[in-house]
């Protein structure tokens, strides 16, 4: 469906895209999140499936890119991509916590931000970010193959296009509780992607 076309998604929750540069600190917030509002069923955070081999850094199913391929026929992802040269994916099962009216909170590439926002009716992007020599250190300092893509990684930011504008930005370049306490705001605002006209 293309991105300008209206939504008819009828589901009553929220789901919620963070986005930005590798060493943001994404998984940092939403783990920080997801201990926060432990317990509370207004909130769903569920774990991405991912071709890459586990990390300590990232709380994610990991599988090989073949059971990735076949779990994609079967339709088992709401939201997939490729980036970095591994496969990503968010289970099915977000649409059962988006229909009981959950906030559903997931880490994403932005290049799915147009297609969610078409294909459901209330979607948040909230970009994370921090100055580039902050995203480098941490970077080196997780020492993970896969992020080894030069200047390109570090540099990328969310386009500013009719599509994919983020609805907040947390800066995460300073203490990570001032951070946190933004990023949980940026969840329980209440914002949500415009309806379609």
Not at 115 to 135: D, F, G, K, N, S
Not at 176 to 185: I, T
Request: aromatic share 4%.
């Amino acid at each position: 469906m293309p991105a300008n076309d209206r939504c008819d998604d009828p589901a009553p929750g929220r789901l919620v895209l963070v986005v930005g540069p590798s060493g943001a600190g994404k998984d940092t917030l939403i783990d920080a999140a997801r201990r926060e509002l432990a317990g509370d069923p207004r909130f769903a955070f569920p774990r991405r499936v991912v071709t890459r081999p586990p990390s300590p850094a990232e709380d994610n199913d990991t599988v090989d890119a073949e059971a990735f391929a076949a779990a994609q026929e079967r339709g088992a992802f709401a939201l997939a991509w490729t980036a970095h040269g591994h496969a990503y994916g968010i289970p099915a099962a977000i649409d059962a916590d988006l229909a009981r009216g959950a906030t559903v909170v997931v880490n994403v590439s932005r290049t799915v931000v147009a297609a969610a926002r078409a294909r459901w009716h209330r979607v948040a992007v909230v970009e994370v970010t921090a100055p580039t020599e902050i995203l480098a250190a941490r970077i080196a300092a997780r020492a993970r193959g896969s992020d080894a893509a030069g200047a390109e990684r570090l540099t990328r930011r969310l386009p500013n296009d009719a599509g994919l504008v983020p609805d907040h930005r947390v800066d995460n370049a300073g203490p990570l509780d001032e951070a946190v306490a933004a990023f949980l705001a940026a969840l329980g605002s209440g914002t949500e992607g415009a309806p379609r006209p």
